[in-house]
């Protein structure tokens, strides 16, 4: 089984589907702009500008023109020097679960191979932990969870929902994330250990 890339970069992608299938090829968050929605959905833009802000973002759409247009969306919210783009190959088709192929007739994210993905992410210029391209064999980095949420007192308690806005008003986050919304963000901008540094450094100021 190959091992999966090690990205610096948090990978933006269209949908559910896409995540689903490059979650399963790289290391790092996987972020979906939920279609065109991501146009109206401020949340989605101000946590995408802060994870490139931090770690850079890579984008990878579809070929068909939506993709394009949610490429050039991306490209004038977040600063140059902190995105970069994976092309996938144009392949006509269509992906398994759809009855009927795309308008365009064109294979999204989800409908190309595992390699050609790969390719793709590499020929990007995306950080990728080996330098030569290779798959580093470093294991993932400790996840946080609703847990550790707990633990940190950011929910189950009298003060959980102050303590929250804190440390959003610290990582300029917006004050109106959910706590799901809130632990996925926290995932894309730290390591645990990271984080928990973090959160001493702020309560000791």
């Not at 092309?87 to 192929?101: C, D, H, M, S, W």
């Amino acid at each position: 089984m190959t091992e999966k890339l090690r990205l610096r970069e948090a990978v933006i992608v269209e949908g559910r589907y896409d995540k689903i299938k490059l979650s399963a090829l790289i290391s790092t968050p996987v972020i979906e702009t939920g279609g065109f929605r991501v146009f109206s959905d401020k949340e989605k833009q101000e946590l995408i500008r802060a994870i490139a802000e931090r770690r850079g973002i890579l984008v990878m759409t579809d070929v068909d023109s939506a993709g394009f247009v949610i490429r050039n969306f991306l490209r004038g919210i977040v600063p140059p020097d902190k995105i970069k783009h994976a092309y996938i190959p144009t392949v006509e088709g269509k992906e398994r679960r759809k009855a009927e192929p795309s308008k365009e007739g064109v294979l999204g994210v989800e409908g190309i191979s595992p390699d050609a993905l790969r390719a793709a992410i590499i020929k990007s210029g995306a950080h990728i932990e080996a330098d030569d391209g290779a798959v580093s064999s470093q294991p993932d980095a400790q996840e946080i969870t609703k847990l550790d949420f707990f633990n940190y007192g950011l929910t189950g308690t009298d003060n959980a929902s102050d303590n929250r806005m804190r440390v959003l008003d610290a990582l300029g986050l917006p004050k109106y994330l959910t706590v799901n919304a809130m632990l996925s963000a926290i995932n894309c901008l730290f390591g645990k250990e990271e984080f928990e540094a973090f959160l001493t450094e702020l309560n000791n100021t």
